[in-house]
């Protein structure tokens, strides 16, 4: 669809969501603090990242696509498991910095029943994003939204909004939505955010 002839709310709406990307991107918040907005449950702790009561917890919006190689991804397919979404760009430094740990926890966590998917923005074309995973040894698959728009609709308001790049949201094995963080993380801290969502009977 050419933009000319894109609804003007839809128009609106990735231009909000572009706006709001370009003040948080790339950005790292020392004091561990992040926004929610509207009425919410959350409760960040000391590493920066939000979490939700299990019983308050909220399911996404549709979050599905093409990926980076061309194939078809449906998040909602992965319930049942433990699913990490971490949106990054290929230009982030911040992302760079995290992919390593992603690469490796991702690997190691797969017995445990959890599934890593990237959501790879404002890379104009795949190539810079593919060699991005190549580079760091990503072997999950990111879907590929350059506009924002899987962001901006995933993610329903009062919930656990990806609201910076990189940001990391962390979904139940029921698909709702338990955790995020809006910083890079260490693998320390992936790991922190990842074990008490495992540990869930």
Known sequence: MSYSRAPR?????????????????????SNGKSGGGGDTNFVTDTGGVDTVAKGQRKAPNTIKG??????????????????????????CPPCRAEAKHFAKVSKELKAKGVEFVGINTRDAD???????????????????????????????????IPQAIPSTVVLDRDGKIAARSLMALSEERLRSMIDPIVAEK
């Open 9 to 29: 709310r839809t128009l609106l709406a990735v231009g909000t969501l572009a706006a709001a990307l370009a003040l948080s991107a790339c950005t790292s918040d």
């Open 66 to 91: 093409e990926t980076l190689d061309g194939k078809q991804l449906d998040v909602a397919d992965l319930k049942g498991k433990v699913v990490v979404l971490n949106v990054w760009g290929s230009w």
């Open 126 to 160: 795949k190539g810079p994003a593919l060699l991005f995973e190549e580079d760091y040894g990503v072997t999950y698959p990111s879907l590929y939204d350059p506009e924002g728009r899987l962001i901006l609709n995933g993610f329903p308001k009062g919930t656990l």
